[in-house]
């Protein structure tokens, strides 16, 4: 008998647009298996979008399936091909993951034998058509949003100081909520008279009764809103602009810019804060709170002897706080799981042969002119010697040439050891880069805090502290991933991560793109795949920021 997993989606727009509900896709799943005979081995619940596959319920399905080699499913069943995925990209990542699990995905209402080919091109069809479907809503709802903001109408929760009330013509408005409207109007003022710096105005506007986080209380006193003004961002081939909003301002325009010049000086007047090479947070902007999902930041509590203890914290009012060395410590201890796969080893060399590139070409070229300069002395030696038995020349003369062309010899004999030596050298230091990265885990381990949060940077997503320990596959951008052969369960890099170093030569970059290409594809090139690409960029940065780290 086969067994599946059932996999009901729903979104709160599809919900009240179509009528999706949970139990319906459930009623319809489970006719379907009693069916075909069919034993249901668990079914998951989701709430959540399918624009990309990082759903919680879908995370957790995938990691118990990765889990239970032994005993898994052979089927994934779901009502309709957009329940799976409404990003073609993702979907036929994710199937081919699956299938490399054993398990065959099915929709039941859109029913493919994807052993035949031709059914593939209805697949297409299927998931291009739930991703366009998807996009122009989006499209529609980004578009309704920046007409309203260019009537200056707020479309987004009223900031603090403000409520929203619904008029006799069901028209909404914004208007002053008291008392924080008069703490807001009060901020302003203070801060513009600029007899105390901003963060004891906050404590004191604090104690009188508002409730804000100082982070938004500084975002306030920078928001236009304020003085009656709703920034409408730049859209398609508009640009950013301030329109008059519709709301009553709380302040007047001279005062918000007063402030401005306030926290203007302020800033420049502030130290610059350094990184620690050893940073006891290093992990702060990469962990999220497991209670309300908001970035964790972090701080040192001093304890009753004196000693200095560091933690990840969230912002009020959540109250989540957790020890950071044994976070640190089970991150550190999850990374150096991670090891290379043998088949990169040989593009970081050519990558760690393109930095050093001044190094290893001079030394290639020395050897290569040395050896040539020898034969041409060989050759006027030998060419000697045959002039002296023809009688061209005189004995003295030969013994003049031979002399000079054994000392040169001689010379440059040495200078070629001495290039061997250096040679050997290089040799042996790219084995030693080369160890570095297979052993990446350990490596990471002993960097110091800058240099891993520049790694981090390339390869990390924000994920919600875990119980127990890190899923690696959660966390790892599936590129980057690649590399350490992991099932990652992300797809996308992230979007501050730069595709390119600026500093590579074009015809090497294009030349080693192709090599990645055809170690990642199997030779079958795909055209438009960004992950060559961001695997050569990881490489790049990785060479420059581990030469200085001793393994």
């Known amino acids: ?30 006719r379907f298996c009693l069916a075909r005979n069919i034993s249901v081995w668990d079914i998951v619940f989701e709430d959540h979008s399918a ?68 059914n593939k ?22 578009q309704g949003i920046h007409k309203a903001k260019q009537e200056g109408r707020w479309t987004a929760h009223v900031p603090l ?67 009656g003004r709703i920034v409408v961002p730049a859209f398609e081939n508009e640009s950013s602009t301030l329109v008059q909003g519709l709301h009553t301002p709380l302040i007047t325009e001279s005062l918000f810019f007063r402030v401005q010049e306030v926290i203007q ?27 309300c999902s908001k970035m964790l930041t972090g701080s040192a509590s001093r304890g009753k002897k004196g000693k200095r203890y560091h933690y990840y914290h969230c ?78 020349i005189e004995d003295e003369d030969y013994i003049l040439i031979k002399k000079d062309c054994e000392s040169k010899i001689h010379m440059l004999g040495a200078d070629l050891q001495r290039a061997e030596i250096i040679s050997k050298k290089n040799s042996d230091s790219l084995k030693k880069e080369k160890l570095k990265l297979s052993r990446f885990g350990r490596t990471f381990s002993l960097m110091e805090c800058f240099d891993k949060r520049k790694l981090m940077n390339i390869m990390l997503y924000p994920v919600i502290l875990p119980k127990i320990e890190f899923e690696l596959g959660t966390m790892i951008n599936a590129d980057v991933g690649i590399l350490f052969e992991l099932d990652c369960l992300t797809q996308k890099a992230p979007e501050k991560t730069m595709y390119y170093e600026e500093s590579m030569d074009p015809a090497f970059y294009t030349q080693t793109i192709i090599k ?3 170690i990642i594809h199997g030779g079958k090139l795909k055209l438009g795949d960004a992950t060559a690409s961001r695997i050569l960029y990881f490489l790049s940065v990785f060479a420059k920021v581990v030469s200085k780290t001793t393994v």
């Open 1 to 30: 008998m086969q067994a599946a997993y059932l996999y009901i989606r729903v979104s709160t727009d599809e919900q009240a647009l179509k009528g999706y509900s949970q139990r319906t896709q459930l009623d319809r799943l489970t």
């Open 516 to 518: 990645l290409e055809d």
């Open 315 to 392: 912002s009020y009012p959540c109250g989540f706080r957790t020890r950071a060395d044994g976070i640190n410590q089970l991150f550190i201890q999850e990374f150096e799981k991670l090891r290379l796969g043998q088949k990169y080893l040989d593009v970081y060399e050519d990558v760690l042969k393109h930095i050093g590139k001044d190094s290893y070409n001079i030394v290639a070229v020395t050897e290569k002119s040395i050896s040539i300069a020898i034969d041409k002395l060989i050759d006027r030696l030998v060419k000697a010697k045959e002039l002296l038995l023809i009688g061209e």
């Open 265 to 291: 000086k302020a800033r420049m007047n502030q130290p610059i804060h350094h990184l620690r090479a050893n940073d006891p947070l290093f992990l702060r902007g990469f962990l999220l709170c497991p209670l």
């Open 121 to 142: 091109i209805i697949l297409g069809v299927y998931l291009a058509t739930s991703e366009a479907e998807n996009d122009r809503r989006s499209l529609n709802v980004r």
């Open 161 to 227: 100081g403000y409520k929203s009330l619904i008029a006799p013509d069901r028209k909404r408005e914004i208007i002053p909520k008291e008392p924080e409207a008069t703490f807001i109007r009060r901020a302003f003022n203070l801060v513009a008279e600029n007899h105390d710096n901003i963060n004891s105005i906050y404590t004191g506007i604090t104690l009188n009764g508002l409730k804000c986080s100082r982070s938004n209380f500084r975002r306030l006193l920078r928001n236009p809103f304020y003085y």
């Open 51 to 118: 624009k990309s596959f990082n759903r919680p319920a879908w995370c957790s399905m995938m990691t118990r399936i990765r889990r239970n080699k032994r005993s898994r499913p052979g089927l994934l069943l779901f009502t309709k091909w957009d329940r799976f995925s409404r990003n073609t990209g993702d979907a036929y990542y994710m199937i081919s993951q699956l299938r490399n699990l054993g398990i065959q995905p099915q929709a039941i209402d859109q029913e493919l034998d994807l052993s035949i080919p031709e």
